[in-house]
């Protein structure tokens, strides 16, 4: 009898402290003291955003594809819209069509800073051209929205850049930091073997140069709204991105006419392998910057839920487990693996005598390739298997979050908006920042747009358009954050 009573004791006790615990689990102070208002001019932001549109700077693996025409209409437009920034600033071309501006600081003791962005875009997939509202290389503004490609991915934020260092310009600001302006112009070729970044990035190299901070494409400003339990927006900045692997597996058998098939064809023993390929998944574990982000909103919630949201660190392993079977949620925590290309024989009637498919694995901070190769081995049942590696690139490093930058980035979130929750997060896509590793520890994938999921998911796909509504905050956010990051 007693054990019962000393088990409902514990119950009762742990109900107590978890409710006095979720009364004062509430979110740090945040500094909200309201920044000082900036000048911008969005109109001017507007044309210049919907002309750069037009112009398609369209990337591609073959270099020799690409229209370098459509480049320099570029930089020219640059060079006519911005022209404070060309008179101040250094411009130089590097690589094929990277653009690298230095703005002298005055102090140059201190660190540079530099601010990323790509002028290449992804082409419209063949034959939903019809699909767009307006033509995707239009740059229609229809006084809610500028539609096109590239309207999110990502000449807003790259026109943003430009459009605020003009505006300082003009009001006579000097940063005490240098400040680097890096455009590369091939972001969008996935694990390139030469790109625009990496040049930029060996050209700082080779100057000595060491950067404080890099900021670059990657979050966003999301509203968070569930009923009443949780009103906040969400600023995530990407402090690390996954890896990327392509990998083809093949089997090989005999060949020779379908007439006289054996039991198990090529592809009848490549479909056992790609079963033991999905059944072995990656393990998952939450990477602290996952809890925190957790913590983060669970602290934001209003008082009856907080009584759940307060106790995560039992909840951990249950929440893990839910969330490896949310595809979105799951690949926030584990190395993602998926068998997307499949080959076999030339002909209906030929029996193949080899059969392969590719598989595309998107790493964990801390998983390499070499992991990944020997994760295929071990999974695979089937030991005469060959596998090729094709393409791939390591995950980032994880950049800091008690960092000088970090905070600066957090405190301008929070003063703009205090109900703002900043978090770091994981970025699923590659952007150049990658590239900066060498000469920067302290990089940040954060875009100031507030978004909507939907919206965003127009990225790289049709209807890609930028409500207007938020570019007035986001050239805010670029004035300010030159002022306070390239401070001392
Ligand atoms: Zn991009």
Redesign the pocket.
Known sequence: MWVLWTILGLIGALLLVTLVRAAFWTPERAESEPLPDETVDVEKYRKDLSDAIRIKTISNVDTDKVDWGEFQKLHKLFEERFPLVHKHLKREEISLASLLYTWEGTNPDLEPIALLG?QD?VPVAEGTEQDWTHPAFDGVDDGEFIWGRGAL??KN?LIAVLESVETLLAEGFQPERTVYLCFGHD??IVAAKTSGAGAIADTLKARGVHLDSVID?GGAILDLKVGSILNNRLAGVGIAEKGYADYRVSVSAKGGHSSQPPAHTAVGTLAEVVRDIEKHQFRATMPDFVYDLFCKIGKNCSYPARIVTCNLWLLKPLITFVMTKIPPAASLIHTTTAVTMANGSPAANVLPQKASVTVNFRMMPGTTLKDVEQHIRQSVRNKEIEIEYLKGKEASKVSPTDSRSFKILESLCTRTDSSMIVAPYLVM?G??AYHYEEVCDCIYRFAPFVMDTKLLLT?HGTDERIPIACMGDALKFFKRYIRMMSAE
């Open positions: 790509h875009v991915d990502m934020h972001e969008e494409e896509g952007t150049d990225t």
